[in-house]
């Protein structure tokens, strides 16, 4: 403040001097104007410019050492100059003050910048030595040009001597091509590369790493070099592989116990099976011992029944027998098929009209419709017999009294089927994943109401699948089953359709008492 006052006094005491001239003082004043322009701005210049024009005005007025010719002339170019040196210098003066403070307000956020970058710059690096995952840094030529502390001790190096060497000079050619080709295509895509490989450190053992790979860029947002990190999973995957291998022995433990389980149900079964019908031949035969003891005349109706009740669980002995070994020759891939062009509408009727009888004893009506008259294609015929006397067996097993039984034959997307439905009890929905496993029953010993080893389904489904077939099941607990067998619409070129006759019949005959042996309880084959 006190310089300002100085330099008013001094501007003053000069224009006020008579011995100066005009002109001499006009040059002064613009000096004077420059000072105050430069040093405070416009509204200093102006204010300056003003004490002078009314200083010279003053001397104009009254005449006093002008030396112009033309005075007022001369008076208002002065003005004119006086205003535009303070408005010109002012204002440019301020635009370079405004400028300077933005330059200068620029380099301390830079310098602030800087200090942050190198405060962070050590931080990361004081990170990364400490991080125990590889990491290191290469240009764009694909060579190092840093690493941390994990990386220069994986591959038994330091930093220095690691600079300027590529993937090459630190592993063998098939382990560097990979990682090679990941800079590569980094680079030629600019996007993250994450890859599951192998690597193998200076101990020499193999280790299983994910490398994730980024291009590093600068402020121009331009590739600068690509930081690689090697994690080791090594570790983890013995893990995985052990969690997975305890996993599998669970199952396997689980699966064995199943099994178990299912050979004790079966041999429970096998011993019933075999108990029951051989204490009604025993029973049988001491009625006979008995009769004959006591030279008591053999009624012939006795002895018929005694005959029939041995005959039929002797018949229910050779069923379970038979069952057993044909399950065998199956698991051993021994058992044969032999093919020939059938009727199969003519087999499967027959079949059926056959167990009719068995099926009025207990009341049950049986049904049978088929979409064509006859349909011709390759199977065997016994097998298809002993299918359906098997699935017919079952359905007048547990359809009660007053129920019916429907046979229905049809064609479907290149498959023949044979539906066989009964309106008995039906099979419960957790039961039904498991009614074609071998000695599945789906009630249990001590609580069943029939008679049946668990081999029956099993085998009809190893015997559908020899034919090139399948077989599934439709069931609701209380409204009854339908099992149906699908079968390849296919036949034999090199055969003729062979005519099935009474032979057939006869045989078939036989087998209906021995696929319906079971049927029946022991109480009503028995003599009362």
């Known amino acids: 403040m006190r310089k300002k006052y100085l330099f008013y006094i001094l501007m003053v005491t000069i224009n006020l001097l008579p011995v100066v001239p005009m002109s001499i003082k006009g040059i002064i004043g613009l000096a004077f104007i420059a000072v105050s322009s430069v040093e405070a701005g416009v509204k200093s210049g102006l204010k300056t410019a003003g004490i002078l024009i009314l200083i010279d005005s003053l001397y104009y ?18 003005t004119a100059a006086y205003l535009f040196t303070a408005c010109f210098l002012g204002r440019s003066m301020e635009k370079l003050l405004k400028k300077n403070k933005q330059l200068l307000h620029e380099a301390q956020v830079r310098k602030k910048t800087e200090e942050e970058l190198i405060e962070k710059n050590a931080i990361l690096q ?37 600079n300027g060497k590529n993937v090459f000079d630190l592993m063998e050619p098939e382990q560097a091509m990979v990682y090679n080709s990941m800079d590569l295509e980094l680079l030629r895509k600019h996007t993250p590369q994450v890859k599951e490989t192998f690597a193998t450190p200076l101990d020499g053992t193999t280790r299983n790493v994910i490398c994730l790979k980024a291009v590093i860029v600068n402020e121009e947002e331009h590739p600068s070099g690509i930081v690689v990190v090697m994690h080791d999973i090594t570790d983890q995957k013995e893990r995985e592989k052990l969690k997975l291998s305890m996993i599998e022995e669970e199952l396997v433990l689980n699966e064995t116990k199943k ?25 049988a035969i001491q009625l006979m011992e008995l009769q004959n ?219 209906i008492q021995l696929e319906l042996s079971d049927i029946y309880s022991a109480r009503e084959s028995m003599i009362s």
């Open 126 to 162: 004081t990170l990364m030595s400490a991080l125990p995952t590889p990491i290191c840094i290469k240009d764009l030529d694909c060579r190092y040009v840093g690493c941390n502390h994990a990386f220069a001790q994986w591959f038994g190096c330091d930093e220095e001597e690691l």
């Open 259 to 283: 099994y178990d389980r299912l050979k004790s149900e079966f041999f429970m079964n096998v011993s019933h099976e075999l108990r029951t019908p051989l204490n009604v031949i025993l029973g």
């Open 293 to 511: 003891a006591g030279c008591e005349a053999v009624r012939v109706d006795k002895l018929k029944k005694n005959i029939m009740s041995i005959k039929q669980n002797s018949l229910r002995l050779l069923r379970l027998v038979n069952n057993l070994l044909d399950a065998s020759k199956i698991d051993d891939h021994i058992y044969e098929i032999r093919c020939k062009n059938w009727n199969v509408v003519y087999l499967v009727e027959e079949i059926v009209l056959s167990v009719a009888d068995y099926a009025k004893i207990k009341g049950i009506h049986l049904e049978f419709d088929t979409e064509f008259e006859e349909k011709v294609i390759a199977c065997d015929e016994e097998k298809i017999e002993r299918i359906m006397l098997n699935l017919l067996s079952n359905a007048i097993k547990f359809t009660p009294n007053g129920g019916r039984i429907f046979v229905n034959i049809g064609s479907k997307e290149g498959f023949l089927y044979i539906k066989v439905s009964d309106t008995g009890t039906g099979i419960p929905v957790e039961k039904q994943m498991g009614l074609f496993q071998r000695f599945f029953q789906a009630s249990p010993m001590l609580t069943r109401t029939h008679e049946g080893s668990g081999i029956g389904l099993s085998l009809v489904k190893s015997l559908v699948e020899v034919h090139g077939g399948s077989i599934s099941v439709e069931s609701e607990e209380g409204a009854g089953t339908t099992f149906s067998v699908y079968l390849p619409d296919r036949v034999l070129e090199e055969h003729e359709i062979s005519t099935v006759n009474t032979a057939v019949n006869r045989m078939s005959f036989e087998k």
């Open 61 to 78: 007025i009254h005449g006093i050492n002008v030396d112009f010719k033309y005075a007022f002339a001369s008076m208002f170019l002065g």
